[in-house]
């Protein structure tokens, strides 16, 4: 008994000690852990971050997504029908594995050789695609935000949709942002319509030619009959119908759950332990946030959606269709171009940053192809920029030739880039962490996004092929 009881002590004392040796680096890391979630969430409830926007859709939409629309928004998309010049879709530049974004540094529109994707060849347009995905949260759309919502809601038309002239405030009936942004990109010459002689000489007329292909096509007469009363009942496919489909389908390319957005909804191992470090980077010292907002009217896009010069290099292809900027041909003058204010040269719109793990090319015109040289840049762009190499960067072979002056470019950057954020080796990975998967949603990847292309389009017109 009395030894069984001494036994029973010593084995006791030997599990409380072995506890306390395998237990106490536990509670060690548990509280670093609880430290950091507790550092982060409070950074994030901060800066307004919910982690919930992708969640909001339809309540701000104030109804139900049309998913029939939406799918014959996802065809007309992929139809080189709409393009005037018979060569190009949507999906030729917004390719669906690549998140609707372009795997070409700098666009290519009509004159392709049907390839999207790396062995894409023809004349060059002037920027890079970006993602099409969560497109219904912003409240300014390109590069230099030319098509913006006024009320600073893309939900809201009460104020107005503003565009460059033709257009101006003409599209404000609309009521989506995107809607009214898909009246545009049949009626560019360089991307969809061509520079034929029998292009009509307006944007409206060019609609019109688009609509009338739509009403000769008898499966599309049956398709928008099957979502417009009026159109079963005899009367024409409108440009604004076609509009609503595409703009429908965009509002089915929410991809906005990311390890962030979890973490801020109280899952607290969503995140890794470099990602959530990653995070404190980009919201405290780095204060990436100050551009790469996620409160108010940023609707958690990571984009300010305003305009700032950020130091980027000019890269100009050796064949394009689109005339550049500058003395020498080999400009981008960003936002100048719609305001025509030469305070605003150079200056581009701050990139929404989710889901940036898709994307093949980096910054308006794709200079870096690598992410990690990308962010080295731009934590430094004065330091760096007179290292930049467009071979080593990895650009395409035609864009490697025809650099534009950087020094005016530099002389504008904005303030808050103007000194170097300087990070450990340690700390230039998390941040990468942070950016590469925290702020992608695990369900925009190229596998199921692929699956968005048709097998064939109405017009009978072949798909283009995707690599
Ligand atoms: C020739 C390639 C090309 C084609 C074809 C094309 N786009 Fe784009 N798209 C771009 C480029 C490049 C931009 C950015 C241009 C800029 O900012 O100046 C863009 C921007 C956009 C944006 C805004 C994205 C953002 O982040 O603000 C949307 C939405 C869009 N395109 C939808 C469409 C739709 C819908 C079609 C077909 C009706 C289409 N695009 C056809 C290349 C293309
Ligand atoms: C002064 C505002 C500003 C600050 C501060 C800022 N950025 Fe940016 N960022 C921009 C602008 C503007 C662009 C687009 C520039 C262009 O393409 O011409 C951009 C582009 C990027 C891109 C490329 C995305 C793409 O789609 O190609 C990444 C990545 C990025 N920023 C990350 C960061 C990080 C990380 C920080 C903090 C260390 C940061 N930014 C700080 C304004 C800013």
Redesign the pocket.
Known sequence: MCIRQYKLSVVIAALVCVGAVVLSPRASANSTDDVLNEQLSAMLSRHGFTGRVGLSLEQRLGRKIDTKLADLGRLTFHDSLLGLNDDNSCSGCHSAPLGFGDSQSIAIGIGNNNIVGPDRTGPRNQR?T?LILNNVFYPALM?NSRFSSVSGNPFDNIAGFQFPLPEGFSLSGLPHLLTAQAFIPTTEKPEMTGFHPSVPGTNDGIRAAVVERLNANAEYRKLFGKNFPEVKSGGPITYEMLARAIAEFEFTLVFADAPVDKFARGQKNAMTEDEKRGAL??FGS???V???AVSGESNEMFS?FR????G?PQIAPAVGNVMFDGPGANEDF?LEQVTGNPNDR????????RN?AL?P?????GCFTK?DD??RY??NAIGAAQGYNPITAGVDADLQGLQGPIAPVLARI????ATP?TLSTEEFRQ?IAF?RTGLLDPKANAHDLRKLIPARVPSGKSVHVFQ
């Open positions: 890079r970006p590069w980077i980009f780095g204060n990436c100050s551009c790469h300010d305009q700032h010069v950020a980027i960003g150079y200056a581009f719109r701050t990139s929404p940053l940036l994307q090319t980096f910054f308006h015109n992410l990308a962010v731009h934590l904005d303030p808050a880039l954020v941040l950016l």
